[in-house]
């Protein structure tokens, strides 16, 4: 009997949530957190210089392991001050969590790439970005809707389960 649990919990610990990031990858959660988890999660970089390239692959490789890259790419951050502030405070996550600690030289890297790649796609192409913007954030307007539904649902149940009599009417005996 003992040994049933032990493979039960076992067997439950992988989908077992390790910290609440919305749409991440650890504990596999789907459940987007902000409105930029829900955009596109790679960047067409074919254009950018070759240096860039090299940074995208640094920054494809370190900011995906926790949630989607969706994140960074659809996040409003521009200025080479917030990127820094923002991988500083994903370098402490990445101490906090188990996956590979974020080094001196990918920060460079990364924080190299995130600042040219919003002047691109968040300035030069400022129509396009925010177009984008109120599209996802109506989109994430409508999933929290559909998901308060769901949770409604879920405690109306719950009550009309309950042994107790708690609503007004009908009364259950
Ligand atoms: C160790 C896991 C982990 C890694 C690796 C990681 N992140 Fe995050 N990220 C999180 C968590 C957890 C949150 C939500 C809580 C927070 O903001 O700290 C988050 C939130 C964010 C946000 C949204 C912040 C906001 O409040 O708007 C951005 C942007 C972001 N991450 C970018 C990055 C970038 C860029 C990298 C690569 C340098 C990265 N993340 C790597 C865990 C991680």
């Not at 719950?158 to 259950?172: A, D, E, V, W």
Request: with cysteine; net charge positive.
């Amino acid at each position: 009997m003992k040994l049933y649990i032990w493979i039960l919990a076992l067997l439950a610990a992988p989908i077992t949530p390790v910290f609440g990031a919305g749409r991440q990858k650890i504990g596999g959660a789907s459940v987007p957190r902000f409105y930029y988890d829900l955009g596109p999660s790679q960047i067409d970089v074919s254009a950018y210089p070759k240096v860039q390239q090299e940074n995208y692959k640094v920054f494809a490789q370190t900011c995906s392991q926790c949630h989607t890259l969706a994140r960074p790419i659809n996040s409003p951050m521009i200025s080479r001050r917030d990127w820094s502030r923002y991988i500083g405070r994903m370098t402490v996550n990445s101490k906090n969590a188990p996956v590979k600690p974020i080094t001196k030289s990918e920060r460079d890297s990364i924080l190299s790439f995130l600042v040219y790649d919003a002047k691109i796609r968040k300035v030069d192409y400022r129509a396009k970005f925010t177009a984008q913007t109120a599209s996802l954030k109506e989109q994430f307007a409508q999933f929290k809707k559909a998901h308060l539904r769901q949770e409604q649902k879920k405690n109306a149940n719950r009550q009309s389960r309950s042994y107790f009599y708690s609503g007004p009417s009908p009364r259950p005996y």
